[in-house]
């Protein structure tokens, strides 16, 4: 009652709530609102009035895709020859520790919470520069760079992080998408 869900997922989001599941369930079923939540940070988006199995159904369905060892608990992920250690922010590459910067390391742990998900310029800009960033995409194309040639054996042909033309990126395992 004291704010709007908008805000709520911003909060959400900025402060490492990257895992968590979140489906906004209103009455406004207009798209501009499904729009602004979807691409706000929000993974799914269920019209009033709806029934239970249908809200079960959605919840299994995101819990299906969410790729292994993503789990709450978990501190460290794998993906190909990449590897995520949250308790020590150290990434390495077959083995091999990446030096990163503390917005390139928050930005691909945002990536590695999301992976298979396209996450829009706008959701990046506000999860890892905040809201106050939003027309700033440069920054993310700028960071994406620094990235690709760490992480990528191509940065030219990236396999890790994909561009989605006119939305974002998708950070994937290649192995999985081949």
Do not use: C
């Not at 990434?91 to 998900?117: A, C, D, S, W």
């Not at 940065?155 to 033309?165: A, F, I, R």
Request: aromatic letters at 8%; hydrophobic letters at 35%.
């Amino acid at each position: 009652p004291d704010g709007d869900g908008q805000g709520l997922i911003h909060r959400l989001r900025d402060h490492g709530g990257e895992q968590t599941l979140i489906i906004v369930i209103s009455a406004r079923g207009s798209e501009a609102d499904k729009v602004l939540a979807l691409d706000g940070g929000a993974d799914d988006y269920l019209t009033k009035p709806f029934t239970i199995g249908e809200l079960f159904a959605r919840l299994r369905a995101h819990l299906r895709r969410r790729p292994a060892g993503s789990s709450a608990e978990s501190s460290h992920w794998v993906i190909g020859v990449l590897e995520l250690d949250d308790l020590t922010h150290t990434v390495r590459k077959g083995g091999v520790p990446i030096p990163m910067t503390p917005k390139e390391y928050q930005l691909f742990h945002l990536f590695v919470m999301n992976q298979g998900r396209i996450l829009s310029y706008r959701r990046i800009l506000g999860a890892v520069w905040g809201e106050h960033s939003s027309d700033q995409a440069h920054y993310v194309r700028l960071y994406i760079k620094r990235l690709r040639e760490k992480i990528e054996d191509d940065p030219g042909m990236p396999q890790y992080l994909v561009t989605e033309k006119g939305i974002g990126y998708r950070f994937g395992d290649p192995e999985v998408s081949r």
